[in-house]
């Protein structure tokens, strides 16, 4: 039973084109982030959101934004993909974002970036 | 800032113990995880230490020393499976600073 899911899974863009990543919960989180994971490097967050609450990492470019509809839906949109930006892209939820057990964080399987 | 340090490789037998160190220095700190990401996959969560000491799970254990600003997983019985790379990552509230993970490499 899959409790985040990403997709697509492998998504092939050309430089420039805007692309949009979605990334869906069945966990009923509070909590979805976004982590750009470029190859044999740790995970780097973008931003998260708690509930409505959008907070970005002070050094995710502008490029880079997000929308939560609603609790389960959270998305990803590159403006103009540029070939650095070809990378694996991860989503993740919490329950909630303080210390402790709810804090742990699920990962979906994420959706590798290319861009031609 | 953030800093966190832990081995780039290991390699180990199956059957055998292997430690993964991990080192940090975070500005806050609510505790620590460990994740395992297989290739090409998404990290999944193995434990989490809020307190100095150990945690033991099955075949894997995490230990904490908050003071030291060190924590290490082990993993004992080493399978043919368990060839993945580790991530250490201390969390304060909400964030989690991984580190850039532990290849290990378990051969037959």
């Known amino acids: 039973d899959a409790m985040v899911i990403q997709n697509p899974r492998y998504q092939v863009t050309q430089f420039g084109k805007p692309v949009t990543l979605s990334c869906s919960q069945t966990l009923n989180h509070n909590v979805m982030y976004w982590y750009q994971q470029k190859s044999s490097q740790a995970p780097k967050l973008l931003f998260h959101y708690y509930d409505k609450d959008f907070n970005n990492e002070a050094d995710t470019p502008d490029n880079f934004q997000s929308r939560r509809p609603n609790t389960s839906f959270c998305f990803l949109d590159i403006r103009s993909p540029g070939l650095g930006d070809a990378a694996m892209y991860l989503c993740?939820?919490?329950?909630?974002?303080?210390?402790?057990?709810?804090?742990?964080?699920?990962f979906g399987p994420g959706t590798r970036l290319t861009v031609l | 800032g953030q800093n966190i340090d832990q081995p780039t490789e290991m390699t180990a037998t199956e059957g055998a113990i292997v430690q993964i160190n991990c080192t940090y220095q975070t500005s806050g700190f609510n505790g620590l995880f460990w994740y395992q990401q297989h290739a090409g996959e998404a990290p999944t969560f193995l434990s989490y230490n809020v307190l100095d000491g150990l945690e033991e799970k099955g075949r894997f254990s995490s230990f904490l020393s908050r003071s030291k600003g060190y924590s290490y997983l082990l993993l004992k019985e080493l399978q043919m499976k368990d060839s993945a790379s580790y991530l250490c990552a201390p969390h304060n509230d909400y964030k989690l600073s991984f580190g850039a993970g532990t290849t290990v490499t378990v051969r037959a």
């Open positions: 993740a939820t919490s329950k909630e974002g303080t210390s402790g057990g709810g804090g742990t964080q699920y």
